[in-house]
T-cell receptor
Framework: NAGVTQTPKFQVLKTGQSMTLQCAQD?????MYWYRQDPGMGLRLIYY???????DKGEVPNGYNVSRLNKREFSLRLESAAPSQTSVYFC??????????????FGDGTRLSIL | GEDVEQSLFLSVREGDSSVINCTYT??????LYWYKQEPGAGLQLLTY?????DMKQDQRLTVLLNKKDKHLSLRIADTQTGDSAIYFC??????????FGKGTKLSVKP
């Protein structure tokens, strides 16, 4: 039972390079989220997708784009990486509806360093 | 606005009880959560409590909720060295996301 799978686990980029972080879930959840975790800051929401075909900005969306490819997959793209985007990125999914408010399940994270 | 606060550090001796405290601001939160993060790992859901409950017990874990004071606590009985980790309190945000505290680092000394 894989749950939420993120790739890659580690990545080093140079300033200005682009890359896409991949996330897939096998729990048939309708909602998916991208967070970043910085020391002493907890987790902050970058973007989320409440359902297939929709995406919305979170607390810290600048410098990122997302794509909800299908119900399973939600990717995060850095078009021109900056050192301030050095962080650990977590993808999460949950089932959210008017009748259900299930917990979020997290992937193991992508540790991204930008030089 | 939505905000969750918790103390940053807690140190206990093996076998003692640990109590991690959290305050939140959104009185309409229906669920409140505790997650555990071990070094280099992702977030593992420990337990959650529905807002109409005062207490929830799950083996060594006890969650207490004081809705009037917007205070949540996590008690770990008979704390073991394997419990050393960062513990995050979280409430459900308006966008369906989770609003996290900064995390409490629990250190367990043998």
């Amino acid at each position: 039972n894989a749950g939420v799978t993120q790739t890659p686990k580690f990545q080093v980029l140079k300033t200005g390079q682009s890359m896409t972080l991949q996330c897939a879930q096998d729990m048939n959840h309708n909602s998916m989220y991208w967070y970043r975790q910085d020391p002493g800051m907890g987790l902050r929401l970058i973007y989320y997708s409440a359902s297939e075909g929709t995406t919305d900005k979170g607390e810290v969306p600048n410098g990122y784009n997302v794509s909800r490819l299908n119900k399973r997959e939600f990717s995060l793209r850095l078009e021109s990486a900056a050192p301030s985007q050095t962080s650990v990125y977590f993808c999460a999914s949950s089932e959210v509806s008017a009748y259900s408010n299930q917990p979020q399940h997290f992937g193991d994270g992508t540790r991204l360093s930008i030089l | 606005g939505e905000d969750v606060e918790q103390s940053l550090f807690l140190s206990v001796r093996e076998g003692d009880s640990s109590v991690i405290n959290c305050t939140y601001t959104d009185s309409s939160s229906t669920y409140l959560y505790w997650y555990k993060q071990e070094p280099g790992a992702g977030l593992q859901l420990l337990t959650y409590i529905f807002s109409n409950m005062d207490m929830k017990q799950d083996q060594r874990l006890t969650v207490l909720l004081n809705k009037k004071d917007k205070h949540l606590s996590l008690r770990i009985a008979d704390t073991q060295t394997g419990d050393s980790a960062i513990y995050f309190c979280a409430e459900r945000g308006s966008q369906g996301n989770l609003i996290f505290g900064k995390g409490t680092k629990l250190s367990v000394k043998p």
